[in-house]
């Protein structure tokens, strides 16, 4: 063969298989294999797109935007913290499921999941992202998610072999079916169920939760998520779902500790940290920031979706905290700017419900003008300024 041929070829070999080793992390991936491989084509769109937007922009969540907030609760439809201080809703809202497991008409906050489930079509509708958690009760005890005294050892007794193992698959029944009622556009010929990106058991690292750290040996919590996952996927068929999975935030210092339960690449699409603790003050914008390109480089790693999915400070005492300290963090370098959206907690009622236990502003509130700033900041995206999540790129 002459030599030019040889090179010619040999370059040809090199660039086919350059990029399969090489590809740069940062880049957005269309290939990324979802933990369901028979997700709908909307859920399908939604990981596609969260993983494109999220390279220039970071989406704002708030928890139950929609149901109440701090002075008012479900009087008017259409009513929100957050849209009344800044104009617009929220890019992602956040719902939570615990106690539909008991049959109940209302979650553990005492918001009616019928309710629930048209907020969840209408912010859908929308163009919002949706995105749900469970504080679910201890299956043991009949006590809430908080339920952790005594030696229950709820894990083992639920996984299968254990004596609660059929009741714990009833309760994720009740989630199957939610998940199959929130149907989008019905009666237009463009009915399809709405993508959820699911986050249960949730900061497992702290020990507050009955799926918490004490209470389950690593190995019990991997099987309990991947139980959920092949339970929910291959036997109930529940094909709207990205895994979104949220240690407390501690272990986003080091890989080590956040892989300690880690229940493995094939069944988790999203990956994050709850962060109540190194987001307060500026001073602690270091470790806050740290974390950040932790969970970016280890989902990018992984061709995963980064994320802050709960975090907050409970009521705002710093009227600056939304520039001064959340976006100082989300925007420090180009890395933490990659994460894909930032939920912060519920607006509780302060007349029916817990007091000073709010994480958005209200009109009126001393942070109210800074969030708008946040609000405008080109790197933040409310619904107002969020493109198609749901249609494939
Ligand atoms: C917690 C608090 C509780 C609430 C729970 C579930 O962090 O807000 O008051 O019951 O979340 O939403």
Redesign the pocket.
């Known amino acids: 063969m002459r030599l030019h041929i040889f090179l010619s070829l040999a370059l040809l070999i090199l660039l086919f298989f350059l990029p399969g080793c090489e590809r740069d992390p940062t880049l957005p991936v269309a290939d990324m294999t979802l933990v369901d491989p028979n997700a709908t084509t909307e859920t399908r769109a939604l990981f596609t797109n969260l993983d494109r937007i999220r390279h220039d922009y970071v989406l704002f969540g708030h ?2 935007d929609l149901a109440y907030g701090v002075h008012w609760r479900n009087d008017e439809p259409g009513r929100s913290d957050v849209m009344e201080v800044t104009g617009s809703y929220p890019a992602v809202y956040g719902w ?1 499921i ?1 106690d539909l497991e008991l049959g109940a008409s209302h ?3 005492n918001v009616n999941f019928d309710e629930m489930r048209g907020w969840i079509r209408e912010g859908y509708e929308r163009g919002g992202v949706i995105t749900i ?1 469970w ?1 679910m009760n201890n299956p043991v005890t009949g006590g809430d ?1 908080w339920d952790v005294e005594g030696d229950h050892r709820a894990v083992p007794k639920i996984l299968p072999g254990g004596e609660l193992h059929e009741k714990f698959k009833v309760w994720l029944d009740t989630f199957a079916e939610f998940a199959g009622s929130l149907v989008a556009h019905p009666g237009t010929g463009n009915e399809h169920l709405i993508p959820v990106i699911f986050r249960p058991y949730h900061e497992h690292t702290g020990s507050w939760f009955w799926w918490g750290a004490d209470h389950c040996t690593p190995d019990e919590y991997n099987k309990l998520w991947q139980f959920t996952v092949e339970y929910l996927r291959d036997e109930k068929s529940v094909h709207n779902l990205l895994w979104a999975f949220s240690p407390a935030g501690n272990v986003a210092d080091s890989e080590e500790a956040y892989l300690e339960r880690y229940p493995g690449d094939a069944y988790v699409d999203i990956v994050g940290f709850d962060d109540y603790g190194s987001v307060r003050e500026p001073y602690q914008l270091e470790q806050f920031t740290n974390r950040l390109r932790f969970v970016v480089n280890f989902a990018e790693a992984r061709r995963k979706i980064p994320a802050l999915p709960e975090t907050g400070y409970e009521a705002i005492p710093d009227p600056e905290w939304w520039t001064g300290t959340l976006l100082a963090a989300l925007n420090h370098d180009s890395t933490t700017r990659r994460i894909a959206w930032v939920l912060v ?2 607006n ?1 009622n302060e007349a029916t ?2 007091q000073n ?1 709010f994480y958005a502003p209200y009109p009126g509130h001393p942070s109210a003008y800074d969030f708008v700033e946040f609000h405008d900041h080109p790197l933040i995206l409310f619904e107002d300024d969020l493109p198609d999540m749901y249609i494939q790129p």
Do not use: T
Request: no cysteine; aromatic share 6%.
């Open positions: 928890q139950d939570e615990g979650n553990l906050d958690s504080h998610a907690w519920r509780s419900d817990r236990h």
